[in-house]
Structures are given as C-alpha cells and as structure tokens.
C-alpha cells in the first residue's frame, strides 16, 4: 500500500485538529490487509483503492463519518469474505465522491507580479468587493503570487484572499441542518426496520396502510433526505448501484446507430420497447445517410430489442443480488442454501431457469412481431383510406364532367 500523507493542516479532523486522522489511517491500513489475501487474483484493486485514498479530500480523511465508513466494512468484510469486492467497489465510490478537485493556479507575468497597473488593480478590488461568494474559489493562489507585498498596502490583490482565508468559505449547509437530516436518517432506518420485522396477517396485506406501503413511503422519504444531504455536504448522489452503471451496445456494425440506442438505453427511468428502438434507428440513417432498407432496418431492430432487453435484464438481476434482502437476511451464508445438499431440488430449479429464459425469449420475440404486424396494419389501412378517398374523387370528378355534357 502507499503512504498516507500528510495530515490535513490547521486541525482538518472534522472540527477536532485532526483528532480521527491517525485512527482512520490505522483504520485503512487495517482494511487493506485484511483484503489483501482475498484479491491475490486481482492485485491492481487495492493499489487502485490506495490512490483513490490519497485523492480524497483532507477534511473527509480525518473525519468521524470516514471513521464509521471505515468500521463498519472491516466488520462486513470479516463477517462476508466473499463480498470483499462489493466492499472495495462500496468504498471507492465514496472516496471519489470525496475527491479533491483540482484548480489550475493563474499565474501572472513577472512584470506584473512586481508593479501590476493601476487598472488591473481597480478591477481586481472592484471583483472581491462584488460579494460574490465563488471569488475567492477562482484565486486560490494569490498570497503564493505575492509573497513580498506588503500588509499595509489596501490595493493589491493578496489582502482580500489573505482575508478569505481567516473566515473559510461555507460552500454547503450549516452542521445543524446536517446533522437533523443524518438524525431523521437514522430515526427513519430504525422505523424501517421495526416495519420488517412485524408479523403480518391477511387483513394487514388488504390494508390501504399496510406495513408494506408504509415501508416504500419512508425509504422514498430517506431517498430525498439522502439527495439533499450529499446537495449540503457538496458531493455525489451515486450509490455504485449496478443500476447506476451505464451500458454500453454495440450490437450492430454502424457506430452511429449504436450510438443512438446507447444514448436512449441510458436515460433516467427508461425500458424501450420495439417500436422505440426502430425509431432510433430510422432517425440515426436518416440523419447520418446510411441508406438502410425497410427490411433491413427491421431486423436490425428485432436483434438490438432482443439483445437491449435481455441487457436490461441482467443489470436489474445483478442489482437485485447485490442489494435484496434487509438486517432479517443478514446471517445467511451460501452453505445455507438448501439446493447444495438436494440434487433433485438443484436440477428442477435449474430446468425451471432455463424454462423461464425459453419463455423470455419467446415473449420478446412475439412482443416483436406482434408490433411489426400492428404497425403495417396501420400502414395498409391509411393506404386504403387514401385509396378510397381519390377513388371518391375520381367518382365525383366523372359524374361533375357528365352533368357538364348534358
């Protein structure tokens, strides 16, 4: 593993003078070696994991929330060795959310840096008296720039950085609205968690206020308490769900179409069906010219809708592997499962999988055709309408033209 540099200075430890620093490097040394042995297969994780580490911001590395962070996977990982990797991949995303963002520093030129002009100095005044609150973000080295300037002097630039440093700036919310949303965090999992663990009758199934839907109202409602605390604590929402990996398709050989089914696969919430996949792939011939048939541009759709569904399907299948369950599941092992020491148990439910993936894909491709059939239907019967209405056209036209005659 690499060093862990410096401690974060001025006591950067969550407001304590970096009072969790050193026990959460001993923390995640501890953490590393554990998972060492269990990744001998894969020995680019943990110098990975490392990295990320170094990366993350000083204030996080040392505070209590990376401390509990840090406790309660050492715990998961002895208790579930299996699931080091779910583990490792939990605790990289939560360091990137933390990651230090770099700025680039603006340097000036020699020239100025001794004697800047009076313009530049009534402009650079007039910009930190503004009050705009990102204007000391966007100079984060000028004390650097100036070293020799002099304290006294009210015109040059480093004084209102210098000032800014005293008063560090407050780019989130305050610590009492973070710690009433971490509070009703922790009142609300603990309400979950009672809701799982009653014992439900029929009458409470029927119920319009059952334990169930009591339950989904309150996991929506730590869902928006979660998307506004990381808006407070200025990081990431993302959770590394497989949901929230993005898929790449590249199921047909023209780059333009597979770019325009990847774009549509990955948006927020979508399940496209067939008739959405032929549209995307009209529009992309169209716009790009590749000149593809009816015909052609058909079949190209029954494979991408075949191919995207059963893609969709097995992210939804892994994210419900990974996150199915609750505290009540947490004791099970997988020397638990009942099918590992009965063989006819194992073969029926593996003649069942393959069952239900026959009948999967028989369904998609009915779905398929059922939509292709409906879809010339309309067509043939617009292009019958419109057969009959010049038909009407015509009769009236012969009839106008004889009455004419007569």
Known sequence: PSPAGPPPPNGAGGGRGGAFWEENEQLFQQFLSLCAPLTQEHPEVLPFLSSRHLRAHPDFRGSAEFRNILGRLLRRVRGRRRKVYVYINELCTVLKARALRRRLPLRAPPAALQCPPASHRHSHGALHSSGNPSSPSQHPSAPSQHPSAPPGNAGAPPQPSSASEGSPRRTGGSRRQIRHLEHLLRVYASEIRRLQERELDLAELDSADSPYLQENRLKRRMMRIFRRLCQLKDCSSLTGRVLEQ???????????????????????????????????????????????????????AQE?????????????????????GSHLTDQYRPGMDPALSDPELAQRLRRNRRLALARLDDVIARFAQRQERHRESGTARKRGSAVRETGTRKTGTREGVQEQGT
């Open 304 to 324: 991408a809708f075949r191919e995207v569904g059963n893609r969709l399907q097995e992210r939804r299948h892994l994210d419900l592997v990974y996150n199915f």
């Open 246 to 300: 993005r898929i790449r398709f590249r199921g047909t050989r023209y780059p333009e179409v597979n770019r325009s089914i990847e774009r549509f696969i990955n948006r927020p919430d979508a399940f496209p069906d067939y008739s959405d996949i032929l549209r995307e792939i009209r529009g992309a011939s169209a716009r790009h010219g590749l000149g593809l048939g009816r015909r052609q541009m058909e079949n190209m």
